[in-house]
């Protein structure tokens, strides 16, 4: 006789997935470990295939897995949007959204859109997640979050766009440096300075390296750090400038007595969108709150 996945067996399954480790998918979903083991192993002898392997990263899922994990997630979003969508018959806007952002969104307004947001609709429980970019593509299309922000240099194919924000890109230095007085600097002119890398391997970072050796050149890079906060506390100490967007750094670059000078280049604007599927396969919660961080953005 057939056996149907009940949501809390594929709940369980899509934490061990996510988790990589039984014992932390168990104490996400307050079971004990044992029984997320028993529910797994059912699932495998209902199938005829093993849906789990362990590898040098923790449990992964296998081929098999994988379709599982991708039709768990569908059906629990499902799930959850049938039961937002209903909740607001009674109390208007209700429900919960999870949102994948990139790190250089959070470090600029995307905490106070959605604090912003969070105030007007006390009902709406938003989750917030940092995630690079491929993470937050695959979570949108896979259904493990409602939106994704991020910067629109990514392969976005498939979902639906909503432009968010804007940031400009600056050469940030001591007030000492002979860049300081300047009005705008091209970025070759930045190539023969002692720099500091920030964020290596993101994004940013990948464009800018690109772009030097578009030019024949290499970025001399003294030091590279994770933050921007870090950043700025080591061109204070003259040990280099760097590419920042200006947005997310003046708030440092005036405690630390920074100078911010634009970048005259085309690509020195780097621009956000909020990413989804389908408005048709989205709860309200998650439509309102897109709308609204698309308002926020123009105001």
């Known amino acids: ?137 695959r979570g949108v299309r896979e259904g493990a979050a409602e939106l994704g922000v991020l910067w629109d240099r990514n392969d976005l194919s498939g979902l639906q766009l909503r432009r968010y924000r804007s940031d400009h890109l600056c050469v940030v230095v001591p007030r000492g440096h002979a860049f300081a007085r300047r009005r705008r600097i091209r970025f070759e002119e930045t190539l023969g300075q002692v720099s500091v890398g920030v964020a290596p391997g993101g994004m940013m970072d990948v464009m800018l390296r690109r772009e030097a050796a578009m030019r024949g050149r290499t970025q001399a890079h003294r030091i590279q750090v994770s933050g921007m906060d870090t950043a700025c506390r080591i061109i204070a100490a003259g040990l280099g400038l760097a590419i920042l967007p200006r947005e997310a750094t003046a708030p440092f670059a005036s405690a630390s007595g920074l100078v911010l000078v634009p970048l005259a280049e085309e690509f020195a604007e780097r621009r956000f ?8 396969m989205l709860p309200a919660s998650a439509r ?12």
């Open 1 to 137: 006789m057939a056996r149907h996945f009940d949501p809390l067996t594929l709940r369980l399954f899509v934490a061990v997935c996510e988790e990589g480790n039984i014992a932390r998918a168990a104490g996400r979903e307050a079971i004990v470990a044992s029984a997320v083991s028993k529910r797994i192993a059912a699932i495998e002898d209902t199938i005829g295939a093993p849906l789990l392997v362990r590898g040098r990263r923790g449990i992964v899922p296998t081929a098999a897995g994988r379709a599982l994990l991708r039709q768990a997630r569908d059906m629990l979003g499902t799930m959850e949007r049938m039961h937002a969508e209903l909740s607001e018959f009674a109390s208007g806007v209700q429900g919960s959204v999870r949102v994948l952002a990139s790190p250089s969104v959070l470090a600029e307004a995307l905490p106070d859109d959605i604090g912003a947001f969070v105030r007007r609709y006390p009902d709406v429980r938003v989750s917030l997640d940092e995630r690079i970019s491929v993470e937050i593509v």
């Open 273 to 280: 969108v909020i990413c989804s599927r389908a408005d048709d």
């Open 288 to 299: 309102r709150l897109a709308e609204h961080l698309v308002s926020a953005a123009a105001s």
